[in-house]
């Protein structure tokens, strides 16, 4: 195939097409029998057309029950040649699917893995299942913002265990990006992979230079549905080199994953693919110009800081637009409040910032009057320039008294939030958004985690956790 026809080529796409137009009769799953694409008759069809109408298995629906045209494997080839991978597999559990499986590839149980704190709480449920010891390591700071700058090489070389891999977070959920290729130099110096979460970074491979990959990581891990075009819940794993063992990956990430597997999710990511090596990256650059545009725009409002390389001090993905907002007097929690209000929806917001995302999928002009816009919300909700009160997310050191996996079988006990301070929690409190544990099975609770999670209960929601008014926690039974 050449390279011009493996572009345009969409073997999912064009599978799942085909089987619309045959109308088959189904004597197997799903139960819908794709009924509510075409008959108005359907019981349900008035609520359930418009849900379901597109879905269709992989076996038995876009492929044979035997797979065999193998539409799925061509798929993921198509897409790790796209990005300069050796290796791509699709995940439709997203990435919190695929971070499990590239911890169960890349650890082993009672080894130690090092791993970045202020990952996704999907890294905690890749130790659990793995049984490995994570050989906790932490992202700088900023002094002033209290935002994650990345995990700095050193950190990584000055490791004196012995670790089967390097595990990091970049882009950061607040866009920044950390030393990939140093890090990279770091592991390998250590004789050990490293592994990428690169959720928020999917359009980074279609940067020259950009993506993890292309900077050193050994595996990494991208949403396609967070900053490109796929289905909700798809994204991908793919490897770099012959330091990850593919076949460990594949069983690893087939241990996971759905035995039900859906053609259109995964159609999904085969058009997102073709769409981006064709048009999308030309669209992904008016966006980034528009970005670019609207940051400008933004530095120019009194006591507004604008999380971009220079004020970062790091690289920052150019399709985020954080905002610093305490020397404005506003919070980010009011500036969200009044945008959705005019049925705008932002990424994220605390007392300190407003975090948003932008694809390929929005228009400039559209992008340049959001920034307009925000703008004028913030000089309309002005005040007194206050303290900041950062989230004490990206500040976690935690007082690991067991391994992950220990304290997740161990006997628990329930017992009020405000008496477990000295005690294991057996349990995880995570704000959501950004998904990063506060309190995660096996670390000691302080009075600044009990804290900690009261406040951040007061800003949105603290998912994962047993008891969802945070009065009480989980805690092991004599440790």
């Known amino acids: 195939m050449s390279s011009e026809s493996a572009e345009s080529a969409t073997p999912l796409v064009d599978a799942v097409r085909q089987a619309r137009s045959e109308n088959r ?154 030393d990939i290729e140093g890090l990279a130099k770091a592991a390998h110096g250590l004789g050990v992979a490293l592994m990428t979460d690169q959720a928020w970074g999917a359009h980074l491979d279609y940067l020259p230079g950009r993506g993890a990959l292309a900077n050193g990581a050994d595996i990494a891990v991208t949403s396609i549905h967070k900053a490109l075009m796929g289905y909700s819940a798809t994204a991908i794993v793919s490897t770099r080199g012959d330091r990850i063992d593919k076949h460990r990956l594949d069983r690893a990430l087939d241990l996971v994953a759905t035995t039900s597997p859906s053609a259109t999710l995964y159609a999904s990511i085969d058009a997102t693919r073709q769409v981006m090596v064709t048009e999308g990256v030309t669209a992904m650059h008016r966006a980034i110009e528009a970005v670019a545009q609207i940051r400008a725009t933004l530095s120019k409002v009194p006591g507004l800081v604008v999380i971009d390389d220079d004020t970062a001090g790091c690289l920052v993905d150019p399709l985020k637009l954080t905002l610093w907002l305490p020397r404005t007097g506003v919070t980010g929690t009011t500036l969200n409040d009044a945008l959705w209000e005019l049925g705008i929806s932002v990424e994220s917001a605390d007392s300190d910032s407003l975090i948003t995302t932008i694809s390929p999928i929005d228009e400039p002009v559209w992008i340049v009057a959001m920034g307009q816009l925000l703008a004028d919300l913030i000089n309309k909700h002005r005040g007194e320039a206050r303290k900041p009160t950062p989230i004490a997310t990206w500040q976690v050191r935690p007082e690991v008294a067991m391994t992950p996996r220990d304290a997740m079988f161990a006997p628990r006990r329930r017992i009020a939030m405000a008496d477990a301070v000295g005690e294991v929690s057996a349990e995880q409190f995570c704000p959501y958004p950004p998904g990063v544990p506060l309190i995660g099975p096996g670390e000691l609770v302080t009075e600044q985690l009990v804290e900690a999670v009261r406040i951040a209960g007061t800003l949105g929601r603290v998912a994962y956790c047993s008891d969802p008014t945070l009065a009480t926690i989980e805690i092991v039974d004599n440790p």
């Open 25 to 178: 009769h189904a004597l197997q799953i799903p139960g819908h029998k794709y009924r509510y694409a075409q008959d108005v008759n359907a019981v349900g069809y008035a609520l359930l057309h418009d849900l379901v109408r597109d879905d269709m298995p992989l076996q038995g629906g876009a492929d044979d029950l035997a797979g065999t045209h193998r539409l799925l494997e061509e798929a993921e080839a198509l897409y790790a040649a796209a990005i300069g991978a050796t290796h791509t597999r699709f995940s439709i559990g997203g990435s919190s699917q695929a971070n499990i499986a590239a911890m169960l590839a890349i650890s082993s149980p009672g080894r130690r893995v090092a791993v970045d704190r202020t990952s996704h709480r999907s890294v905690l449920a890749g130790l659990v299942l793995s049984g490995a010891v994570p050989e906790w390591i932490f992202p700088d700071v900023h002094p002033e913002f209290g935002l994650p700058v990345g995990v700095q090489p050193s950190s990584v070389s000055a490791i004196d265990v012995d670790v089967t891999a390097v595990f990091v977070t970049s882009p950061t959920y607040v866009g920044t990006i950390g």
